[in-house]
């Protein structure tokens, strides 16, 4: 397309235009749901995945139980009162993982941070987590609208990102660590529906479940599961509950 104009504006009222239609069709429709039910749930095996992507407060990945809602599980970039700041991995030609951070002496953490400060990147910062867990048989939201189990992610693999407003973009998992922690189950209504849908979650201050945005600013980030209460709106992400191989399809079923 060639478009012939006499100065700059309309040029530039054309790529406003683009640019809200790509917004607008990226945005996915994010549901209130209220707490009914918090409950100790005992020991299995979660899953922590790692991603090669910053994320902001308000971010996370979805997760549930049940493929036909999917809880916003937030990213651990919250400071927590509990957990010193944790390194995480950026880009694998800068430097590698390492769990504690005190792990490095003073003169490599330097030189790290010096590398890092030239591509805007600060390792040693806790408000750019890209940590999320959910126990092995949750489903996660993936690319093309398809589900995967927490237990099949690896190394490479991509996931969808979501904040509090529906925006959503796409992902590389990093690493993918299965460990066995305690865990809590957190079920919720959804206000349109009356649905009752479940996840269950690792039972740590560092798990936290996105709230719905409260006039123009997050007040409110996310809700640590450690502090969740029965009726306590949080975010979901309702869709089509059955699935094969990850796709949905139209099919009678009953998931509790």
Known sequence: MVMKVEDVEPVLELKEYFERRMEESNLLSLTKATVTHIQVAG?????????????????????????????????E??????????PFRVNANYLSYLHNSQQWGDSVRQAVETCLGKVGCDVFNSHHMTWINGPVHAYVAVPGGRTRYLSELKSGKEVIVVDHQGQQRIAIVGRVKIESRPLILVEAEIELDNQIISI?????????????PQGNTLLKTAI?????????????RVQGGARHTGIEIQEFIVEK
């Open 43 to 75: 020991m299995g095996d979660r899953v922590c995945v790692d991603l090669c992507s910053l994320m902001r407060p308000g971010e996370g990945l979805l997760v549930g139980s049940f493929a036909r809602g999917l809880f916003l599980v937030h990213s």
């Open 77 to 86: 970039c919250l400071e927590s009162n509990y957990i010193t700041s944790r």
């Open 200 to 212: 269950l979650l690792q039972n740590a201050e560092t798990v936290a479940l996105v709230c719905p």
């Open 224 to 236: 640590p599961v450690t502090s969740l209460k029965v009726g306590d709106e949080i975010l979901l």
